[in-house]
T-cell receptor, first 113, second 114 residues
Framework: EPEVTQTPSHQVTQMGQEVILRCVPISNHLYFYWYRQILGQKVEFLVSFYNNEISEKSEIFDDQFSVERPDGSNFTLKIRSTKLEDSAMYFC???????????FGSGTQLSVL | QKEVEQNSGPLSVPEGAIASLNCTYSDRGSQSFFWYRQYSGKSPELIMSIYSNGDKEDGRFTAQLNKASQYVSLLIRDSQPSDSATYLCAVIEGYGGSQGNLIFGKGTKLSVKP
């Protein structure tokens, strides 16, 4: 069964450092998303991406965040200068656009020290 | 601020019983509703989607939607210990909400006792 894959599964970084979280969406999917979940909190929408551009972004997705599809398979989330409050599980998701069903990857646990 | 509210639980049911999970949402224009299951430390997994008022059944799961009351529910029949997880209600914002911009509730933790 096709799945969304994310790497790394865990990332530890120092405050102020840049991190790049990587995702390989399901191959025939056209819509890509990043969500995050702070421990014990709700899953929160960050950004959606379609046709090589951002479709929508939340208030959380400020200037320190960026997304990119550098090639035909990868989808990345970059956090330029990490803060303690960026510590969370980051989920990538994709959909094929025929309905609104999202398929989530297994997540990257980001810990900012 | 669009909100999705769920009782955080825990909801404890015996094996074989019906588990009933409820969700209310604030955006009257919402048209698309989803239930996800999330095991501890894992990613959300889609269980059901529902778009029209009434019931939708899939195996042991039944989703119910009442747009007038802004209420969505999930029934799990013949509950199994493997159903023990947190169940997340998610809604796509109506009137211009884009595909994939899901607003999640905090989830209801279900515990099925053998």
């Amino acid at each position: 069964e096709p799945e969304v894959t994310q790497t790394p599964s865990h990332q530890v970084t120092q405050m102020g450092q840049e991190v790049i979280l990587r995702c390989v969406p399901i191959s025939n999917h056209l819509y890509f998303y990043w969500y995050r979940q702070i421990l014990g909190q709700k899953v929160e929408f960050l950004v959606s991406f379609y046709n090589n551009e951002i479709s929508e972004k939340s208030e959380i997705f400020d200037d320190q965040f960026s997304v990119e599809r550098p090639d035909g398979s990868n989808f990345t989330l970059k956090i330029r200068s990490t803060k303690l409050e960026d510590s969370a599980m980051y989920f990538c998701a994709s959909s094929d656009g025929t309905d609104e069903k999202l398929f989530f990857g297994s997540g990257t646990q980001l810990s900012v020290l | 601020q669009k909100e999705v509210e769920q009782n955080s639980g825990p909801l404890s049911v015996p094996e074989g019983a019906i588990a009933s999970l409820n969700c209310t949402y604030s955006d009257r224009g919402s048209q698309s509703f989803f239930w996800y299951r999330q095991y501890s430390g894992k990613s959300p997994e889609l269980i059901m989607s529902i778009y029209s008022n009434g019931d939708k059944e899939d195996g042991r799961f039944t989703a119910q939607l009442n747009k007038a009351s802004q209420y969505v529910s999930l029934l799990i029949r013949d509950s199994q210990p493997s159903d023990s997880a947190t169940y997340l209600c998610a809604v796509i914002e109506g009137y211009g909400g884009s595909q994939g911009n899901l607003i999640f509730g905090k989830g209801t933790k279900l515990s099925v006792k053998p």
